[in-house]
């Protein structure tokens, strides 16, 4: 059955709440089952191996288990006039600082913080969560929206670096994705007034989606879901994407919508 992808019903916090307690549990599973040559490899993240985005997941949940820690890791860092992007500051900090600890005391403080840094996220007022911030929406959208994506997006790198097996189960990893669509629907709801974009997932989670409300496509993509999730976190380019990707129908539509296609991760 095709779905719009603008008809995704939006996540409530409650909901984003029990996504972000899952997903912790899944990507603190995976950590465990690494092993030697496992934290050597590299990731689809290209200047991390695996050791450096445990690290960085380590880091995160530290910086939701209290608003000092926050502010310090995204805010006040060293790092916060000299990078381009506040949240590569960040990401550099939460690895410098883990860059003498053993993997397993990595895995212990993502243990640790993992379910205080959810309670916290959680427990924010309303008013808090409506406060724009320059890395996403607001407050809320970071706490329910970005945060267990990037987890569940690591999870899939790790899993690729070291051929380890992702744990997928459509009413959890479906559910992260369909918030994707959801995303890219009202980033490009301008843009596909006039357009029909249609997208067949292929892999261990399938589906049919359309974006904009057009008749008939203009172009069917066909392609492996992980390999539409590292497009829209732009971990590959659009030429590689095009390249994974079958397409029937229009290829510049096909080229337009794997380019504009990308969301924050």
């Excluded at 603008?6 to 029990?18: L, N, R, T, Y």
């Excluded at 899939?156 to 097996?165: E, L, M, S, V, W």
């Excluded at 994707?180 to 974009?197: E, G, H, P, S, T």
Aim: net charge neutral; proline share 4%; glycine share 4%.
């Amino acid at each position: 059955m095709r779905q719009n992808a603008s008809d995704i019903p939006k996540v409530s916090h409650a909901e984003a709440g029990k996504l972000s307690r899952t997903e912790f549990e899944r990507v603190l599973a995976l950590l465990a089952s690494l092993e030697g040559d496992d934290w050597r490899q590299q990731t689809y993240c290209t200047e991390w191996t695996v050791r450096e985005m445990v690290a960085h997941l380590a880091g995160s949940m530290a910086g939701s288990t209290s608003l000092a820690e926050f502010v310090r890791q995204n805010v006040t860092h060293p790092y916060a006039r000299e990078a381009a992007n506040s949240v590569d500051g960040t990401n550099r900090l939460q690895i410098e600082e883990r860059a003498s600890k053993t993997t397993a005391e990595l895995i212990t403080e993502f243990h640790q913080h993992g379910p205080v840094a959810i309670k916290n996220r959680q427990k924010l007022p309303w008013l808090v969560r409506q406060i724009p911030i320059p890395a996403a929406k607001n407050f809320g959208y970071l706490m329910d929206i970005i945060y267990p994506r990037d987890e569940w997006m690591h999870r899939y790198d790790i899993c690729a670096a070291t051929g380890k097996k992702m744990v997928i189960m459509p009413e959890h990893d479906g559910r992260l994705i369909d918030l994707v669509l959801l995303d890219i629907a009202n980033k490009l709801r301008k843009q596909l007034l006039m357009r029909n974009i249609t997208l067949q997932f292929t892999g261990p989670l399938t589906g049919t989606y359309q974006f904009g409300r057009k008749a008939t496509p203009d172009c069917t993509l066909e392609i492996d879901v992980f390999d539409f999730n590292l497009r829209a976190s732009e971990r590959i380019s659009v030429e590689e994407a095009m390249r994974r990707t079958a397409v029937s129908g229009d290829k510049a539509s096909a080229h337009w919508f794997l380019s504009n296609a990308t969301v924050l991760y």
